[in-house]
T-cell receptor
Framework: NAGVTQTPKFRILKIGQSMTLQCTQD?????MYWYRQDPGMGLKLIYY???????DKGEVPNGYNVSRSTTEDFPLRLELAAPSQTSVYFC????????????FGPGTRLLVL | DAKTTQPNSMESNEEEPVHLPCNHS???????IHWYRQLPSQGPEYVIH???SNVNNRMASLAIAEDRKSSTLILHRATLRDAAVYYC????????????FGQGTRLTINP
């Protein structure tokens, strides 16, 4: 049982490039979340999903897109990378409504130059 | 989302108790108080949560004020592995179950 896995661990992008951050979970959790964490700051919610086929914006969605075609996968897409998107990205899951604990992945460190 | 206020940093010694305070004066009746911690270079992990009564688990204790406007996370015997950023978060169990993170308290443990 791997829990929440994120790939890649680290990536350097040039301005204007695009990439997809992968998040996969094997716990059959319905809810999934993408957060970003800038240096010295707390996490901010980018997008979330309450089940396959359902996604919604969080606090800082601009510059990102998501999809949720399966329960297991919740990829985050950056279309035109900008230096302001340099951050650590965390994916998290929650079993469902009323559950207490969100489970976080190990994070993807992204540097945009 | 209701806001929490925590000290930016705290320091303690190994094997001593640590009391991490959190103020949440605008808490609503349906908000649960959650604590997460983030070890260096890792994602956050759940520590404890409560609504009105004090709570204990294997990691920590949570003391909640009678008016619920403040709470304290208690680590009974801190170890070096407890050095982390601790986040106090108010969570409503309706809707998207989102967590709203503040800046947290960076806890340093001295050997």
């Amino acid at each position: 049982n791997a829990g929440v896995t994120q790939t890649p661990k680290f990536r350097i992008l040039k301005i204007g490039q695009s990439m997809t951050l992968q998040c996969t979970q094997d716990m059959n959790h319905n809810y999934m979340y993408w957060y970003r964490q800038d240096p010295g700051m707390g996490l901010k919610l980018i997008y979330y999903s309450v089940g396959a086929g359902i996604t919604d914006k969080g606090e800082v969605p601009n510059g990102y897109n998501v999809s949720r075609s399966t329960t297991e996968d919740f990829p985050l897409r950056l279309e035109l990378a900008a230096p302001s998107q340099t951050s650590v990205y965390f994916c998290a899951t929650l079993p469902g409504l009323g559950w207490e604990t969100q489970y976080f992945g190990p994070g993807t460190r992204l540097l945009v130059l | 989302d209701a806001k929490t206020t925590q000290p930016n940093s705290m320091e303690s010694n190994e094997e001593e108790p640590v009391h991490l305070p959190c103020n949440h004066s605008t808490i609503s009746g349906t908000d649960y108080i959650h604590w997460y911690r983030q070890l260096p270079s890792q994602g956050p992990e759940y520590v404890i949560h409560g609504l009105t009564s004090n709570v204990n688990n294997r990691m920590a204790s949570l003391a909640i004020a009678e008016d619920r406007k403040s709470s304290t996370l208690i680590l009974h015997r801190a170890t070096l592995r407890d050095a982390a950023v601790y986040y106090c978060i108010l969570r409503d169990y309706q809707g998207a179950q989102k967590l709203v993170f503040g800046q947290g308290t960076r806890l340093t443990i001295n050997p």
